[in-house]
């Protein structure tokens, strides 16, 4: 079983940067493809950032350049560093992870989630 936590969320003007993190109780997530998800009250849940097994990365088309996905060597932290952020960015934000298979933007992939951390951007 693998538990999630999330934290680093908070309020910041646009153009403003935040960087959010994931502890994982699991020792090592070097077995496991991770991501980043976000939702808003009345939308789906949408992927934003994804890293796998190799450390290969992918982005939504709405943050590429912008934000980056990364973890730690002993692979136990996942972060995104958020830059030059937007309100339409305004969203709670998850951190998944998926024990089998590659990483996906898909958030129906993933079987282990943190409760999310709320990111608020004001213009």
């Known amino acids: 079983q693998v538990r999630l936590l999330e934290a680093g969320g908070g309020s910041v003007q646009a153009g403003g940067s935040l960087r959010l993190s994931c502890a994982a109780t699991t020792y090592g997530l070097l077995g496991y493809s991770m991501a980043w998800f976000r939702q808003s009250p009345g939308r789906e849940r949408e992927g934003v950032a994804a890293?796998?097994?190799?450390?290969?990365?992918m982005y939504s088309e709405a943050v590429e350049g912008r934000f980056t996905i990364s973890r730690n060597h002993d692979k136990r932290m996942l972060y995104l560093q958020m830059n030059d952020l937007r309100p339409e960015d305004t969203a709670k934000y998850y951190c998944?992870?998926?024990?089998?298979?590659?990483?996906?933007?898909?958030?129906?992939?993933?079987?282990?989630w943190g409760q999310g951390t709320q990111v608020t951007v004001s213009s």
């Open positions: 998944a992870a998926r024990a089998v298979g590659q990483a996906t933007m898909n958030h129906l992939d993933y079987n282990f």
């Open positions: 890293i796998d097994r190799d450390d290969t990365t």
